[in-house]
């Protein structure tokens, strides 16, 4: 089982990055990302059923990050938009085969498989 999260780089203020993550070996229904950054505790970033019927996301980002998913590609995406400094984080995949719901998709105590994190770096 394994989640394959890739995507992170160095940009400046304002710019954009799409984050992908691909999972193998289980089938997933709720997936998520969550972020760590420098001297802080992980936070929830955004979340998503595969079947795109419901998603959450954490106040800062929402209006800048979209999660969605390719059912083709079996990839889900964080497309961040007008990123800022405080955007700075690694960012880890996160998936479980349940169907979580809105009001706790959230919580990382809900989430069993998880991948290596990519780090985003945003700075001038």
């Known amino acids: 089982v394994q989640l394959q999260a890739s995507g992170g780089g160095l940009v400046q203020p304002g710019a954009s990055l799409r984050l992908s993550c691909v999972p193998s070996g289980r089938t997933f229904n709720t997936f998520s990302w969550f972020r760590q950054a420098p001297g802080k505790e992980r936070e929830f970033v955004a979340a998503m059923r595969w079947s795109g019927s419901t998603t959450r996301y954490t106040d800062s980002v929402r209006g800048r990050f979209t999660i969605s998913r390719d059912i083709a590609k079996n990839t889900v995406f964080l497309q961040m938009n007008r990123l800022r400094p405080e955007d700075t984080a690694v960012y880890y995949c996160?998936?479980?085969?349940?169907?979580?719901?809105?009001?706790?998709?959230?919580?990382?105590?809900?989430?069993?498989?998880w991948g290596q994190g990519t780090l985003v770096t945003v700075s001038s």
């Open positions: 996160a998936a479980t085969p349940r169907g979580i719901i809105y009001s706790q998709m959230w919580s990382e105590k809900d989430y069993d498989n």
